[in-house]
């Protein structure tokens, strides 16, 4: 069982990890997720947004992962706003959609803040 890191929150605010190139950022992301989802601790909240919403649909290399984090507790937000620009919400396979008022109430909440 995961140990949920109370009051901290990871953002992903894109589908790749890091600048350069895409397919290695593609790459870094999935091993990312994958590590987290194997750790002993992870943030008590995970807020998607901008392009990161493209990591919760169904045929997303991570939606398995993101599946193992939310069963062991970590909450997972969706931005429904940038679920619709991309004009994904009918594939978004884990996590809630959410909205910017609960999206800043978790950051203002939070004891920390992480982006990988």
Do not use: R, W
């Not at 949920?4 to 790459?27: A, P």
């Not at 590590?35 to 992870?42: A, M």
């Not at 969706?78 to 884990?94: L, M, P, Q, W």
């Amino acid at each position: 069982m995961m140990d949920l890191n109370s009051k901290e929150v990871l953002l992903f605010t894109s589908d790749k990890l890091g600048e350069g190139d895409h397919e290695l950022g593609e790459i870094l992301m999935k091993s990312f997720i994958h590590v987290l989802s194997e750790s002993s601790k992870i943030p008590s909240t995970i807020i998607f947004y901008n392009s990161g919403v493209k990591l919760t649909t169904e045929d997303s290399v991570c939606s398995k992962d993101l599946e193992i984090i939310g069963k062991n507790g970590a909450e997972l937000l969706i931005c429904g706003t940038c679920a619709d620009y991309y004009n994904i919400k009918e594939k978004i396979s884990v996590g809630k959609i959410s909205n910017m008022v609960t999206i800043v109430q978790e950051l203002q909440d939070a004891k920390k803040v992480l982006k990988p």
